[in-house]
């Protein structure tokens, strides 16, 4: 059953489509990937399937709640870590959770024990009282992601959650990602350019290309459909947006935003 769909999901900026027609279904707990070059559209999904940025068209469903006229009852439902800084350095861990749990309406008495078993559960209890400002990237990451889910989401967005993390910083961060879903059931839906994360984590992946679906299913059975045994995810990305890769070269934007997060996470 799928806990998250999405009907021709549609983002216009003037005569631009950055998302065109999206047709995807995520079912719950699943761990499923948005993959695509700059400019793919995967960014522009996520910020309208978290209610962030309205469609110009189409839907999309999360329990069965619509993005277009029930964002009250969706936010209450998902977790989203952005790219950019999300966590305020000059406050401890326990400050920042303590200030998202008050945003989600956690009751006053359960604040406390939800703060610490959110901190201990992504292995930050040791650091509650340090600032942030302090920590490394790694820690930062878990840090968002420890307050993304004080509400226990049923859907968690991750947009690049390991960009500018070292080998050691990313294993660390999904070894927590994948131990959330597998204790709470969570759904997760995350973007990435590194495959080998993709292939790993993920039940399955959605391939864009400038706006537009490309292709959906496993890492294994879009590797099996190029007809090579010895066929990798990045054999399956580069076959399915080479014709589109020289004509979505990075824009300043994008490499702003890339290098801004990349140096306050290394």
């Avoid at 994360?197 to 864009?208: G, Q």
Wanted: overall charge neutral.
């Amino acid at each position: 059953m799928s806990i998250l769909r999405t009907d021709k999901l549609t983002r216009a900026f003037g005569n631009f489509t950055a998302v065109d027609s999206l047709d995807i279904a995520v079912a719950k707990g699943e761990i499923f990937a948005l993959l695509g070059p700059n400019g793919a559209g995967k960014s522009t999904a996520l910020k309208m399937l978290t209610t962030l940025l309205p469609p110009t068209s189409g839907d999309a469903y999360i329990n069965d709640y619509s993005i277009r006229t029930q964002t009250n009852e969706i936010r209450k439902i998902i977790g989203y870590v952005p790219q950019m800084l999300s966590a305020d350095g000059s406050l401890t861990a326990f400050e920042n959770l303590s200030l998202f749990a008050k945003l989600y309406d956690i009751p006053s008495r359960e604040r406390k024990q939800r703060v610490h078993e959110a901190l201990k559960f992504m292995g930050l209890e040791n650091f509650e009282h340090k600032l942030v400002k302090t920590y490394s990237g790694g820690m930062i990451r878990r840090l968002e992601i420890a307050q993304s889910t004080l509400h226990q989401p049923s859907v968690l967005f991750l947009d690049e959650p390991t960009t500018g993390l070292d080998p050691i910083g990313r294993k660390v961060v999904w070894e927590h990602i994948v131990a959330l879903q597998k204790q709470f059931s969570t759904t997760i839906l995350f973007t990435t350019h590194l495959m080998e994360e993709a292939d790993e984590i993920c039940s399955r992946v959605a391939l864009m290309t400038r706006g537009k679906l490309a292709i959906v299913g496993s890492p294994k059975e879009l590797k099996a459909s190029l007809g090579d045994s010895e066929a990798t995810l990045d054999d399956v990305f580069i076959h399915y947006t080479a014709d589109k890769l020289a004509e979505s070269g990075s824009s300043f934007h994008d490499v702003s935003v890339e290098r801004k997060t990349t140096r306050r996470l290394g």
